[in-house]
């Protein structure tokens, strides 16, 4: 259901025939963040937690919506712009059900999930991206803040 | 006691390794990290972390065992 890869993501999908809905999140590497240029991006995880962490992730969507699948993959190791580098798929009966399906796991995985990503420039030297707002709210693991995750 | 930290992101760069075991008296995360930032010189303040031990979301002031892995979990930014 959950899949860690450093290979280009296989959006490849099963059909379910009883799904009327299906929505898929694609999440892709973009030139620019706020005000600067992007050549690429360097994903790196803890591979052992993030695959713990999004298995629990996945079940919490399964006992929250009434989805027949669910399916997320996210790629590690360097992204050049326009690669994909997360995706997640929803099938449900209805639409409604899919979108917040997908809705709820991007936003986990993007929460909850120890992936970093370092952003190379066009103009000076590369950073890891790092979001301070959320790391202020220590262990808790609800949101205390939304805003948007330059992803 | 021995207790093995691993890192990651800028926290990885700073400390110039992926992993260490590390000998210590420290009784919990907070002080681990404390013994640490004096080798390393961390850049993100330990407000701005959160703690994994042994591959789970933890507390810092959770009691720290032999053996015990900890990783400094620095912002996340997946997706």
């Known amino acids: 259901m959950f899949e860690l890869t450093s290979e280009k993501i296989n959006t490849e999908k099963s059909i379910d025939e009883r799904a009327g809905g299906v929505v898929v999140f694609e999440g892709l590497v973009r030139n620019h963040n706020l005000d600067k240029g992007v050549t690429s991006l360097e994903y790196q995880c803890y591979e052992a937690m993030v695959i ?68 190379h420039y066009v103009d000076g030297p590369s950073d890891w991206i790092a979001c301070h707002r959320c790391g202020e709210y220590g262990n808790k693991k609800e949101k205390s803040h939304t805003h948007e995750h330059r992803a | 006691m021995k207790v093995k930290v691993i890192y990651f992101a800028a926290m990885r760069e700073q400390a110039k390794m992926n992993e260490e075991w590390v000998e210590t008296t420290a009784v919990n995360a907070d002080e681990l990290f404390d013994q640490l930032n004096e080798t390393h010189g961390f850049s993100l303040d330990k407000s701005h972390l959160k703690v994994a031990i042994n591959e789970d979301y933890s507390e810092f002031q959770t009691e720290l065992k032999e053996m015990d892995t900890i990783v400094f979990i620095p912002p996340v930014a997946g997706g």
């Open chain 1, 52 to 119: 713990k962490e999004a298995n629990l992730i996945m079940n919490e969507a399964k006992e929250k919506f009434a989805v027949y699948d669910l399916k997320c993959i996210h790629r590690v190791g360097h992204l050049a712009i326009g690669e994909m580098a997360v995706w997640v798929y929803a099938a449900c009966v209805h639409r409604q059900e899919a979108f917040e399906a997908c809705q709820y796991i991007i936003d986990e995985v993007k929460f909850r999930l120890p992936i970093w990503k370092k952003e």
